[in-house]
């Protein structure tokens, strides 16, 4: 069993690294820990990055789980060749890149990149928006499936996810505590369907709300309330038309023995208590194929 | 009436003059959630929590403004001091009282001509609330009150022994009990009720308005905002006949142990979320250039 400790990180490929660095720093808020050659990382909490955008193809994404040592990185990297999934074992060189002492990557059954890394660094300084915006950190990833069963499959059985709870088909699982670090959302090809930062209040999802408002960005759902996680949520659309996510108040799931998913209808108001409607923004489709 | 006693002890309705007061009530009930409380075509009574009356409508006459008192004691009091501060008030006669659903009241004017009445024992129910629709309402919050002339105002509600806990440039938050306020006073070129806000439970009860007001074609004013004075969440929107409704959730209680504050009349003052008020010039700043 691959045991997935959080979300580590997000590795985003962009034709206009400008673009990036002005939507990452002025609407998400996030702060610039570093640019180097051809790349941008950027900070979300005490973490010393989790989110790098790099010149390259943007359909290049790749999500990072942090693992417990080197030993747990070459039991996953056996684990998923047995599998058949192909294992790249990255270099230190390329470790280096994701700010981290190693790490492996491979294919999901759906086919979005997955790294697993050693020890990604954190860093002294405190993270510092750079915008007021209330980010307290890199939380949770939405994932194309193409089949949210096996998909699911896939990370409670050789993964170490747990569902938390499922709207439809789609699964919301969590690796830690945490409600759900890994949604599933049932789409045609592999991709990032969102990216979540919490941030620390209710009134920080409404300010940003005005805000985004105000500087044009497209919001595509919220701002709302998912009962499955009780978070309030406000989606919007980033470069190369990647859904960010703001959330607050995210449940804890308290006992991990005893609890059991909760099923909830593939309707809207399983999305969002509220009443808001996606717009220009496709809920999961959990028709059957 | 002892000394330790407040002289007002809540916002007790507003009643309505209305072209139309079927289809102001259909409104109330429907849409804001109240109860009908009395089965009569006019005047048409709804409410919000135990008491019979948080909202009345009536064909013609005059709109008005009730505020509760301790007891008769207390009327005496008011009535003096509003003597004295320039503010002739009368006695309700008991034909006044009895369709008011009153035990006793004053009925004054203030600085602007707003009709204001301070009454004793409104009506309470035997029957718990029970509202048209999931709304969550909790009862009568706050009015405001529309002012062409703040400063004498002010002289009329301190008579009656509310205090400013805070301003934003001319606003004024009044405090009755011990929330932050229970009326607000608004700069502006006419008199009369410019809001009605009833509380609702919770922020979740508030947003879901939003959604149920918005696919119902419903104007909103203003909000979803949170006021910085008085923290709480607000959603202003336009009921028949330009009456405003507003939902509020979270107010803070009255500090007593600062002076009122003074906040400029720059829309972050009015909203700390980034709302802006659209249809109602008495909710936006006087400053309307200034950003936030």
Redesign the interface.
Same mark, same amino acid.
């Given at each position: 069993m691959i045991k997935l400790r959080d979300v580590c990180y997000v590795r985003l490929g962009t034709r206009d690294l400008a673009a990036a660095e002005a939507f990452a720093t002025g609407v998400l808020g996030l702060q610039v820990a570093e640019r180097s050659k051809g790349a941008l990382y950027l900070r979300s909490d005490d973490r010393a990055h989790t989110l790098c955008y790099s010149e390259g193809d943007p359909g290049e994404q790749a999500v990072g789980f942090e693992v417990d040592d080197e030993a747990s990185l070459q039991d996953a990297a056996a684990t998923l060749e047995r599998l058949n999934h192909r294992v790249f074992a990255g270099s230190r060189e390329e470790a280096g890149k994701r700010k981290a002492q190693a790490f492996i990557a491979f294919d999901d059954p759906t086919g979005n990149r997955i790294e697993l890394a050693v020890r990604p660094e954190r860093s002294g300084k405190r993270y510092f928006p750079t915008r007021d915006c209330g980010i307290t950190g890199f939380s949770h990833v939405g994932l194309n499936s193409t089949d949210p069963a096996r998909d699911e499959a896939f990370w409670t059985q050789v993964c170490n996810a747990r569902v938390s709870d499922r709207i439809g088909d789609i699964p919301l699982m969590r690796v830690n505590a945490i409600h759900h670090t890994i949604a599933l959302v049932r789409a045609p090809k592999a991709g990032l369907q969102h990216i979540n930062h919490q941030v620390a209040s209710n009134d920080d999802v409404m300010r940003s709300y005005y805000l985004l408002n105000e500087k044009r960005v497209p919001i595509v759902f919220g701002p709302g309330r998912h009962p499955t996680s009780g978070a309030r949520f406000l989606y919007f659309k980033g470069p190369d038309g990647l859904v960010f996510e703001y959330s607050v108040g995210v449940d804890e799931i308290e006992d991990e023995a005893s609890h059991r998913p909760r099923q909830f209808g593939f309707e809207p108001t399983s999305f969002c208590m509220w009443g808001a409607k996606p717009q220009g923004m496709a809920l999961p489709n959990a028709t059957k194929d | 009436m002892s000394a330790d006693r407040a002289t007002l002890v809540a916002l007790s309705h507003v009643w309505v003059a209305a072209r139309d007061p079927l289809t102001c009530a259909r409104f109330a009930e429907d849409i804001v959630g109240l109860q009908r409380s009395e089965e009569t075509a006019d005047p048409i009574a709804l409410r919000a929590d135990d008491r019979s009356r948080a909202l009345v409508f009536s064909r013609g006459g005059e709109s008005r403004l009730a505020v509760e008192a301790w007891d008769d004691a207390a009327l005496d009091d008011i009535q003096s001091r509003l003597s004295e501060a320039g503010f002739p008030a009368r006695r309700a006669s008991a034909d006044e009282c009895r369709a008011r659903r009153i035990q006793s009241g004053l009925l004054a004017r203030d600085a602007t001509g707003n009709a204001i009445e301070i009454v004793t024992r409104p009506e309470r129910s035997g029957r718990r609330f029970f509202g048209a629709r999931d709304a969550g309402l909790k009862g009568v919050a706050n009015a405001g009150l529309r002012s062409t002339d703040v400063a004498g105002d002010l002289r009329f509600w301190r008579s009656l022994g509310a205090e400013v806990s805070d301003s934003v440039g001319e606003i004024a938050y009044l405090a009755i009990d011990d929330a932050h306020h229970r009326i607000a006073l608004y700069p502006s070129t006419s008199k009369g009720p410019l809001y009605l806000a009833f509380e609702v439970a919770t922020?979740?009860d508030l947003?879901?308005a939003?959604?149920?007001l918005a696919?119902r074609q419903i104007k909103i004013v203003q909000g979803? %905002?949170?006021q910085p004075a008085s923290e709480q969440v607000f959603l202003h929107f336009q009921g028949p006949e330009g009456l405003n409704y507003t939902y509020v959730t979270g107010m803070a209680k009255r500090d007593h142990s600062r002076p009122p504050r003074q906040f400029p009349s720059v829309a972050e003052s009015l909203c700390?979320? %980034?709302?802006r008020a659209d249809g109602a010039p008495e909710l936006s700043p006087a400053n309307q250039g200034a950003e936030p």
């Open positions: - | 922020l979740d947003m879901r939003n959604y149920f696919e979803p %905002g949170r700390a979320w %980034g709302s």
